[in-house]
């Protein structure tokens, strides 16, 4: 561990016993109990503040969030903490994330930095849908991406707490896109730092093929699509229109998107009908359902004071076709036709 840096546990009111096993073997490890779960999000936000409390934490910078099911490399921090302090614009950055059983592989939850289509399907450099590559040194450049995974991720401790940390209504599963994504309304880069590399074994929280993961997932992503499409399509149509005219239109278009997601999300429920997937067709049903009552509404007068005072910021990239489509089409070639448009 480079100087300064400290290991701080967040559990979860675990009762497996593994907080005793922790202070018997890391008795210096310092830990943070948690009085039940409160999920990714509401876990991390709960053990950022109680961190900030402690007196020690008036000159930390950065905060690591590191899931309890990633194995580092030697040296993988400091390229992180390196690249930070170079690059002042850069909000939160993350490692290449290859497969801790199949090391050659990038790994599902992050690879070589994420990306996020039309309509809010997420993908990464070196992953698509279920497709991986090999890493053969393709993606060892420094880059902006749109995302980086929780699985671990380094973000500056002034930009996650200006933020309000991540969205509690999440619980898990794409909070962190959806702060990236915040992170860039407001004029903040994301990278990816190839020089730092760590192996995770994915699916340590949630089995691939569990239902309620599948729920989460629709869900917190029409969440993520309402608390920001209509900020960036307002960055665009700004530069066009005055405001009183281009944020009307903006949230017309997020409205339009939204209802494009969810027809498509019942498209995908059908599929699993028609494959007897009784369960993960009520997961869709149920995540429609929740994210109506968890939604807070585009407001037009908020996004206009947005676009107001926003107007000269970068527009978040949106990868501008359905990649879900286009990767079936693409077949193995889906990667190399990626790396020629991004």
């Known amino acids: 561990m480079p100087e300064g840096a400290e290991v701080v546990v967040a559990d979860s009111a675990s009762t497996d016993g593994s907080l005793g096993m922790l202070s018997a073997r890391f008795p210096s490890v310092k830990q943070i109990r948690l009085d039940r779960n409160y999920g ?8 950022f503040k109680e961190l900030c409390s402690m007196e020690e934490a008036a000159g930390m910078e950065y905060f690591v969030l590191i899931n309890s099911d990633v194995e580092v490399s030697p040296g993988w921090l400091e390229p992180l903490i390196a690249w930070m302090d170079r690059h002042p614009d850069c909000a939160a950055c993350g490692p290449k994330i290859r497969s801790y059983s199949a090391k050659e592989n990038f790994e599902y939850a992050g690879a070589a930095g994420g990306l996020l289509d039309r309509f809010g399907y997420p993908f990464c450099r070196g992953r698509v849908l279920k497709r991986v590559e090999k890493d053969l040194g393709q993606y060892d450049s420094p880059a902006d991406v749109f995302w980086v995974s929780g ?46 590399t760590v192996f995770h074994i994915g699916g340590g929280t949630l089995p691939e093929n569990s239902p309620w993961k599948l729920k989460l997932n629709f869900r917190n992503n029409l969440l ?17 229109l005055v405001p009183e005219k281009a944020t ?18 019942r498209c995908s429920a059908f599929v699993y009908l028609l494959k007897k997937e009784k369960a993960s067709y009520r997961a869709v049903a149920e995540a429609h359902k ?50 020629k448009r991004i």
């Not at 002034?158 to 915040?182: P, T, Y």
């Open 40 to 47: 990714f999000t509401g876990g991390y936000n709960r053990a």
């Open 151 to 196: 699985a671990c991720m380094l973000v500056r401790k002034e930009e996650f707490l200006r933020m309000g940390g991540f969205d509690d209504r999440f619980f898990a599963h794409m909070e962190e896109i959806d702060l990236c994504w915040r992170l860039q309304l407001e004029g903040k880069m994301i990278c990816i730092v190839p020089e730092s």
């Open 224 to 240: 993520m699509l309402e608390n920001n499409l209509a900020r960036t399509y307002a960055l665009s149509e700004i530069r066009e």
């Open 248 to 265: 009307p239109k903006a949230c017309r278009r997020a409205r339009w998107t939204i209802f494009l997601r969810m027809c498509l999300d």
């Open 290 to 339: 929740e994210f109506r009552s968890l939604r807070r509404g585009i407001k037009v007068s908020d996004i206009q004071e947005y676009a107001s005072t926003h107007r000269r910021i970068a527009i978040p990239s949106l990868f501008p076709e359905w990649i879900v489509p286009l990767a079936f089409t693409k077949g193995n070639g889906i990667f190399d036709y990626l790396r």
